[in-house]
């Protein structure tokens, strides 16, 4: 069975370029656009660099969870990529407080000492050798 094909209106194709056009300047006005010109295309987390279309994978986290606090100078935003942006709000879920500080939720040190025997290693190369004369 075919279907209708649809006959364009040039009236309701002004319209919806009007609704886009307005779309497209109330997303200007938005936090997240704000922040995209304040801060450098680089998540605060990972360090990775986002342009052209990977763009929208950079997301804008606000420190302190509150997404009604904009402050006009992006203090309460940080760009963070959807992976980083994902652990930081999940780490608040595990911990069971999600209104918690980001300092309560610090990982705890590290137990692995990569250069703990260093010294001993060195100690080791400065004796001297069985039955070398001085």
């Given at each position: 069975m075919k279907r209708a094909s649809k006959k364009s209106n040039p009236a309701e194709g002004m319209r919806r370029i009007a609704e886009l056009r307005e779309e497209h300047a109330r997303r200007m006005r938005g936090y997240r656009e704000r922040a995209l010109r304040i801060y450098p295309h680089v998540c605060a987390r990972c360090g990775r660099?986002?342009?052209?279309?990977?763009?929208?994978?950079?997301?804008?986290?606000?420190?302190?969870?509150?997404?009604?606090?904009?402050?006009?100078?992006?203090?309460?935003?940080?760009?963070?990529?959807?992976?980083?942006?994902?652990?930081?709000h999940e780490k608040f879920k595990l911990a069971g407080h999600?209104?918690?500080?980001?300092?309560?939720?610090?990982?705890?040190?590290?137990?692995?000492?990569?250069f703990e025997n260093l010294d001993a290693l060195r100690s080791f190369e400065k004796k001297p050798k069985e039955g070398a004369d001085d």
């Open positions: 660099a986002f342009e052209g279309k990977r763009l929208k994978e950079l997301t804008v986290h606000h420190k302190d969870h509150n997404h009604d606090n904009n402050p006009a100078d992006g203090s309460n935003w940080e760009l963070l990529c959807i992976y980083c942006h994902d652990f930081e999600y209104e918690a500080r980001a300092e309560d939720t610090s990982p705890s040190p590290s137990i692995f000492r990569p």
